[in-house]
């Protein structure tokens, strides 16, 4: 497994799980309709340093780093996480996250806040795991397809 940042040439490998996952509409709050273009303007944002993780050459995972919040609070991170569903559950998702909170340190953020994580999303296991903490939950923010209005967290953890 490698993880690296992100060119744009990797956008076409990106693209196929994003749309994928937006589309299923149960995990971000990104219209399921997010046409491609707007998906790359989203995810490949220069403003974001944006990563992917390959495994033999193909790109099963990115994130993007960037920060949350400007001028005096701009020292707090916000990351986006998309692993490609045919791939989860080997570790990926673990991997570029520890990658990006090393990062996010690194680039002298003092935490990280994740501001809209639907409260069913099996990555709030994760996030738990990595020290995250749920400073809130916006009931029914989210209609999800099958579990209907679930709500959005709000976590945190210090870097």
């Known amino acids: 497994m490698l993880i690296r940042e ?14 994928r996952i937006v589309a299923a ?7 399921p309709g997010t046409s491609e273009e707007e998906a790359r303007v989203l995810w490949m944002n220069p403003a974001k340093r944006v990563y992917v ?21 701009a020292r707090i991170a916000n990351a986006g996480f998309m692993v490609d569903p045919d791939r989860g559950g080997r570790g990926y998702g673990r991997a570029l996250a520890e990658h990006l909170l090393s990062e996010a340190s690194a680039a002298g ?47 945190y953890r210090a870097l």
């Open 53 to 73: 993780v390959e495994d033999g050459g193909t790109v099963v995972a990115s994130a993007y780093l960037t920060p949350n919040y400007g001028g005096p609070a």
């Open 109 to 155: 953020y003092r935490g990280m806040v994740f501001n809209a994580v639907v409260e069913t999303n099996p990555a709030v296991k994760l996030w738990t795991s990595l020290g995250f903490t749920v400073l809130g939950t916006v009931p029914g923010a989210f209609d999800h397809p099958r579990h209907g209005l679930v709500g959005l967290h709000i976590m």
């Open 25 to 31: 509409g149960e995990n971000y709050a990104w219209d």
């Open 6 to 19: 992100a060119t744009a040439d990797d956008w076409p490998r990106i693209w196929p799980f994003w749309h």
